[in-house]
């Protein structure tokens, strides 16, 4: 019996509640549809329009260059043999799975990390 009367009301709390979500989703989109169609945000909307080409332009120009910065601090300093051999600055790795190691830019002491 309780967990009928849970059941009862768990659902007359839904139909009620769906209502009640119902009516305040509809207020909430007539705000948006007003607030979307008033005049001032038009025009600025307009604005943006008329702008994001030029915007667009220069982020891609930017990219373009970040690109090119990224790509001449990566080449020469790693390679990939068809092989499977694999180096870069501070070691090697071969396909059968020996590894080359330089420390004598690491450990304790003078200008290395510790």
Same mark, same amino acid.
């Given at each position: 019996?309780?967990?009928?009367?849970?059941?009862?009301?768990?659902?007359?709390?839904?139909?009620?509640?769906?209502?009640?979500?119902?009516?305040?989703?509809?207020?909430?989109?007539?705000?948006?549809?007003?607030?979307?169609?008033?005049?001032?945000?038009?025009?600025?909307? /307009? @604005?943006? &329009? !008329?702008? =994001?080409? %030029? $915007?667009?332009? #220069? *982020?891609? /120009? @930017?990219? &373009? !260059?970040? =690109?090119? %910065? $990224?790509?001449? #601090? *990566?080449?020469?300093?790693?390679?990939?043999? =068809?092989?499977?051999?694999?180096?870069?600055?501070?070691?090697?790795?071969?396909?059968?799975?020996?590894?080359?190691?330089?420390?004598?830019?690491?450990?304790?002491?003078?200008?290395?990390?510790?």
């Amino acid at each position: 019996m309780n967990k009928l009367l849970l059941l009862v009301g768990a659902g007359v709390g839904y139909v009620l509640g769906a209502r009640a979500g119902r009516e305040r989703y509809d207020a909430i989109a007539d705000q948006a549809n007003k607030l979307w169609t008033d005049p001032r945000v038009q025009t600025k909307v /307009e @604005e943006v &329009k !008329a702008k =994001a080409p %030029e $915007v667009a332009n #220069k *982020v891609g /120009e @930017e990219a &373009k !260059a970040r =690109a090119s %910065e $990224v790509k001449a #601090k *990566v080449t020469g300093h790693e390679t990939t043999g =068809a092989s499977g051999h694999y180096s870069n600055e501070t070691g090697a790795a071969d396909s059968g799975g020996g590894l080359e190691v330089d420390t004598s830019g690491f450990g304790p002491g003078g200008d290395k990390l510790p």
